[in-house]
């Protein structure tokens, strides 16, 4: 049931299998984001024509306390170190290098990335051309674009998996401290110089990615329950002495773009906690239909996260523009609207995964696909960034998701596609059964690249 082992942190782990309690937090993770993003999205159309957003949530007196316990972003991370480090070992097992490594999780992140900004940027220019307000369309922009941060945040985190992989293996406490040295490094210079900041984008996920690499390692299994208690009330402790003092902001959604020591701390905790209940995670995974659910849903949930927010825009705009009742932010009707839009949201996002969540499936290849060049994929990786980077710094406008689906398109072109790494005696046997082509999502031997275990989420393959 559970694949993680208690294990030190020697280069010589082999492959593990998929944890089954790690996908069920993320599954968590992932709906509690869409839930919370149904909360706080609130358009409102003015007198004069003019239309304004509210975050309606987030303007609440007891929102404050309430995101510092479900501010989940750090969660994810660590869940994703745990993932990323059993799939660099399982590639790494097979021959594979640190460029297939990043080839195949550039992939997986790009090419439905690819596709909604292509889809937004021909729907809002439609808009455009319709008559709609270019006020409204670049509201509608700036707000769907929202989740890419996420996108740029965690394939920095990813792509370095090999690297600090290997710093792990060496000396795994003295690299999360390090990490953490950069941090607050960055922290205390980021008044003097603000683009500064953006570095921890970098240093913070990179950091906690690497609690999921402990994780991984057993090195939390060893902490007795005290223990993880202990630890879970000094992360808390010191994360209220540091927002008490007003070194930071209470509010973690403050906190997080760019990040700072107060999600690392979160980070802390937040892992203890998974540790804690992890038993209890492990037996609630293995129900036959939770299971099945956490399968399907895991392996469409970058599709899913990608475009709720667009999707969520879409609709509470297209409302404002009908006869619709449209209870005022904030009021009892509002809130009783809410289960409605989620309902809406959830509606609109089957066609998607119906039309785009293809792909999200494991790019494979013939086995004798061999891997792309090193310059290619390095090439890819800047040419991706370098939009998202534009994005974080001068915000996200119409002629930047045009040439930012142009920049992802290109890189998806430089990767091609994932090569097979099947035994030559294993060829026919393969061929015989499926005519060549591996599938790539089953968790047996003989898979693709990065064979998936008895769940696959979207970014772990």
Not at 152 to 181: C, D, I, S
Not at 265 to 292: E, M
Request: hydrophobic share 55%; charged share 10%.
């Amino acid at each position: 049931m559970n694949g993680v082992k208690e294990q030190g942190a020697a280069p010589e782990h082999g492959p593990a299998e998929r944890d089954l309690a790690i996908d069920l937090v993320r599954f968590f993770c992932l709906a509690l984001v869409v839930v919370g993003h149904c909360m706080m999205v609130s358009p409102v159309l003015h007198r004069d024509g003019t239309v304004t957003t509210e975050n309606t949530l987030g303007d609440q007196p007891w929102f404050v306390p309430v995101i510092w316990i479900f501010m989940v972003m750090p969660l994810f991370f660590v869940t994703g170190g745990t993932t990323g480090l059993q799939s660099w070992r399982r590639l790494k097992s097979r021959g594979g290098t640190g460029f297939e490594f990043a080839q195949a999780r550039l992939l997986r992140l790009l090419r439905p990335a690819a596709a909604l900004l292509a889809v937004m940027f021909l729907g809002l220019w439609a808009a455009l051309l319709l008559g709609v307000d270019p006020q409204v369309v670049q509201l509608m922009a700036t707000g769907a674009g929202m989740p890419l941060w996420f996108l740029a945040a965690y394939l920095a985190a990813q792509l370095n998996v090999p690297l600090l992989a290997r710093f792990h293996a060496r000396a795994p406490w003295l690299t999360v401290a390090v990490l953490a040295a950069l941090v607050v490094g960055v922290d205390c210079l980021r008044g003097a110089l603000p683009l500064l900041a953006y570095a921890n984008l970098v240093f913070v996920w990179s950091t906690v990615q690497q609690l999921g690499f402990l994780m991984a390692d057993g090195h939390f299994a060893r902490l007795s329950h005290s223990g993880l208690v202990g630890l879970i009330v000094a992360a808390n402790l010191l994360l209220g002495v540091v927002t008490g003092l007003g070194l930071y902001s209470g509010n973690m959604l403050v906190n997080l773009n760019p990040p700072n020591l107060c999600l690392l701390l979160l980070g802390v905790s937040q892992a203890a906690v998974l540790q804690l209940f992890r038993p209890g995670l492990g037996w609630v995974s293995g129900v036959r239909w939770v299971r099945a659910v956490v399968t399907v849903a895991g392996r469409h949930s970058m599709t899913v996260y990608l475009w709720h927010l667009p999707l969520l825009v879409a609709m509470s705009g297209l409302l404002l523009l009908t006869d619709f009742p449209k209870p005022a932010a904030g009021t009892a009707g509002w809130w009783w609207a809410r289960p409605l839009v989620l309902l809406g949201v959830v509606g609109l996002l089957l066609p998607v995964l119906a039309v785009f969540g293809r792909l999200e499936e494991r790019p494979t290849a013939s086995v004798h696909t061999r891997s792309r060049p090193a310059a290619a994929v390095v090439t890819a990786a800047v040419v991706v960034f370098i939009p998202v980077a534009d994005a974080a710094f001068n915000g996200l406008t119409l002629g930047l998701l045009g040439g930012g689906a142009a920049c992802f398109a290109l890189a998806v072109l430089l990767l091609g596609r994932l090569p097979e790494r099947v035994p030559e005696r294993l060829i026919p046997a393969r061929r015989q059964s499926d005519g060549g082509e591996t599938d790539g999502t089953a968790g047996g031997t003989t898979g693709g690249a990065l064979p998936a275990g008895p769940s696959s989420a979207s970014v772990e393959p």
